[in-house]
């Protein structure tokens, strides 16, 4: 700052030369308006923008995994298993619920509120996916579970020890989840700690073309577009 | 693992057609619409607006009754492998959106990647790429009807067959469920070839010699279209009639598919 500060100070000092005053603070007014917009439109693009592109929803219901984690037997496939075919069931529907909170169980809120609303009236609870790819993209969980042998947490961390459901950022623009584009700006740009932080084409890719010694695609020399989109 | 995934498993799917069977009933391209979300118009009368990924052309040999014959010829994607993989689409395509799979032999098409350019409409030999002048429209209620195994396309991207590529990821699916790597021929079959009434498609991998497209192909009278150009594309039509494999090229008077070889 100081050093932009010399420079509008020598600049002014030879207008002062030249021609009279006010022409000379002028100047120095228009390279200052021009730092106030600068600093102001990086605040906006950086701090007010990413806040107002995301809608921030609550889940239905504050699911607790880990208190469920140890109830069932199966781990993480009790709930979330695939079919006989290959298919993932994904979120668990009602009638799995059901099994065991036919009635209020414990004394948590949630629960209480799950039953009410959602047992007796016999509607799905509306899950906001976090996870959810857009149309285009095919992902097969039997895959990278039963062929490559890859544990739940390697990608969705340790979902299963979370007390809590965290809010859903939905982008207002494209509908998608703000865990697929990054879940935060750093996390956009690509740089990541967790396989978890950004779900997007690059970062399946990454992780493909480590696995595989042979590129089917002739155009990109990576994997084979129709491997993961459809 | 790495090894594993090498050359010897290297598929490449294809078709043979037997167009002395084909009756020309278009239950394919009906099978095929289906199964595809294949948008449709009111009017389809309009050929340069309509979308059939699967299209059967009649032939005719021109010749006065009693000589006259005619022919069905099924035209799915040619799925052309060209010289190695740069079919004549998949080398205009200036977006990366159409895109040759060396492990499956399959010219992929992504929608969302594609801009419209149609470079590879004008590229294509076969006019198998079909564009969307429109966003699909769908009669009432029919929406729930579509396939949730194939992404619906947006008005102004290019798209063709896929040869249900979702039916092979399906399949792989259900392998690895049964701890199996590789799928059977019959776990794989495209819906037209299921559709066809007459069983004048086959498919498989043209690759593996356990597969019964690997023998069909072969057969003395088995041709692809436009041989000549070079585009090296993997389906192959089979017919007893020698004007039909003539219509198969633009031969001249005096050479015939047989001098070609």
Redesign the interface.
Same mark, same amino acid.
């Given at each position: 700052m100081s050093n932009s500060d010399d420079k509008t100070q020598a600049v002014s000092e030879k207008t002062v030369e030249t021609s009279d005053r006010p022409g000379g603070s002028s100047k120095g007014i228009i390279v200052l308006c021009f730092f106030i917009g600068l600093a102001a439109s990086l605040a906006f693009g950086w701090g007010v923008f990413p806040k107002l592109l995301y809608s921030r929803k609550q889940q239905p219901i504050d699911f607790n995994h880990s208190l469920h984690a140890g109830v069932v037997s199966n781990g993480c496939e009790s709930c979330h298993f695939?079919r006989?075919? &290959? $298919?993932y069931s994904g979120a668990p529907k009602l009638a799995q619920c059901i099994d065991c909170h036919q009635d209020v169980q414990g004394n948590s809120p949630e629960e209480a509120k799950f039953v009410d609303q959602y047992v007796k009236k016999g509607i799905e609870v509306p899950w906001l996916v976090y996870a959810r790819q857009? $149309?285009?993209v095919?992902f =097969?969980h039997?895959?990278h579970i +039963?062929?490559a042998k890859m544990d739940c947490v390697t990608c969705h961390g340790k979902i299963g020890e979370s007390e809590h459901l965290k809010v859903y950022e939905q982008n207002r623009i494209s509908g998608y989840s703000r865990d697929i584009e990054g879940a935060s700006l750093i996390n956009m740009l690509g740089f990541k700690k967790h396989t978890w932080d950004r779900m997007k084409m690059d970062d399946c890719s990454e992780c493909h073309q480590k *696995? +595989? $010694?042979?590129? &089917? =695609?002739? *155009?990109?020399q990576k994997e084979?577009?129709?491997?993961c989109? +459809? | 693992m790495k090894s594993e995934q090498n050359q010897e498993n290297t598929k490449k799917f294809g078709m043979v057609i037997d167009l002395d069977v084909c009756t020309g009933c278009g239950s394919c391209m009906v099978a095929c619409m289906a199964e595809n979300n294949v948008p449709f118009r009111k009017d389809e009368s309009d050929k340069l607006k309509s979308i059939t990924w699967m299209r059967v052309y009649k032939l005719t040999n021109g010749k006065p009754y009693p000589e006259t014959d005619i022919c069905y010829l099924p035209r799915p994607c040619q799925h052309c492998e060209g010289h190695e993989g740069h079919s004549p689409c998949v080398s205009v395509c200036p977006a990366t959106a159409t895109d040759y799979d060396m492990q499956t032999g399959i010219v992929s098409q992504i929608y969302t990647r594609c801009f419209g350019c149609r470079y590879c409409m004008a590229a294509c030999p076969y006019h198998a790429r079909y564009f969307n002048w429109y966003d699909p429209v769908w009669p009432k209620g029919m929406e729930k009807y579509l396939n949730p195994d194939v992404s619906v396309r947006m008005r102004g991207v290019v798209e063709k067959c896929s040869l249900c590529i979702h039916r092979y990821q399906a399949a792989k699916n259900k392998a690895f469920m049964e701890g199996k790597t590789e799928i059977e021929e019959g776990d794989y079959q495209t819906a037209c070839t299921q559709a066809c009434p007459a069983g004048a498609i086959t498919f498989g991998d043209l690759n593996n010699p356990s597969h019964a497209v690997y023998k069909l192909k072969q057969q003395p009278h088995a041709f692809r279209l436009l041989e000549r150009l070079g585009a090296n594309p993997k389906i192959y039509y089979v017919s007893s009639r020698e004007w039909v494999r003539r219509a198969g090229d633009n031969y001249l008077k005096n050479e015939g598919p047989a001098k070609i070889g």
């Open positions: 695939l006989d075919d &290959g $298919a857009p $149309a285009c095919f =097969s039997a895959a +039963k062929a *696995q +595989k $010694a042979v590129m &089917g =695609s002739v *155009q990109t084979g577009c129709f491997v989109h +459809k | -």
